[in-house]
């Protein structure tokens, strides 16, 4: 009788203590995976923060794009922003080749084909069918002739467009004066501060403060890799 009690007392302790392991265990368990969950969501939460914020710095470099910015957004740039070789788009505006960019700004905008035609017309023609900058040395292709002047940064200039809009034009003077170059260069290119060009407008002549109030006439570049239909893409990408 009595060696049965013990039996029980032993068997009951033994019971005792393996519910309290295998409870640890379970306790033990629980405690990883909400360190894991907790963990996952924070990851999580990580990456919404990044999706988040390359939105909004596309929304952002869209706005600067459109034209609205804040002063202090804008930095001074170096001439080697706009390195490279350069063709003029107004050669295929003449042939027909951009024709399809202007369908597709008629499509959204408020004129016809035609009517946008005429108004890049008065704007993308020039004489000037090749730029090529190098350094601090800019080449001018006319007429298959090529004037080259060195040219320093004389700072930037806001300006304010009837259209509520802005744009910042980033102007090099040339070092020694000839009267075979332009005593200034100033470029737009929608951007404000340093960055590789993709394409510019480019403004020239010999008087600063005149050449701050041409927005009629804005001579385009865009790489001379670049072939017509390759252009239209670009084009139409913006």
Known sequence: MLKTYRQKVILLALSTVLMAGVQNGYAKDHDHSHDHDH??????????????????????????YAGYFDDEQVKDRALSDWEGEWQSVYP?????????????KASEGDKTAEEYKAY?????????DRIVI????????????????????????ILTYEAGNRGVRFIFELEE?????????????????????SHFHLYWGDDREALLEEVTNWPTYYPSALDGDEIVDEMLAH
Request: charged share 30%.
């Open 39 to 64: 963990s996952h969501d924070h990851d999580h939460a990580h990456d919404h923060d990044h999706d988040h914020d390359h939105d909004h710095d596309h929304s952002h470099d869209s706005d600067i």
């Open 134 to 157: 190098e350094g601090q040395n800019v080449t001018f292709h006319e007429d298959g002739a090529q004037r080259t002047g060195e040219y320093q940064y004389d700072g930037y200039e």
């Open 120 to 128: 890049y017309d008065t704007g993308y023609q020039t004489d000037v």
């Open 92 to 104: 295929y505006l003449e042939d027909g080749t951009l024709d399809e960019v202007f369908a597709h």
């Open 177 to 197: 004066p000839s009267d075979d170059l332009p005593h200034y260069i100033q470029f737009s290119d929608h951007s404000i501060y340093p960055t590789d060009a």
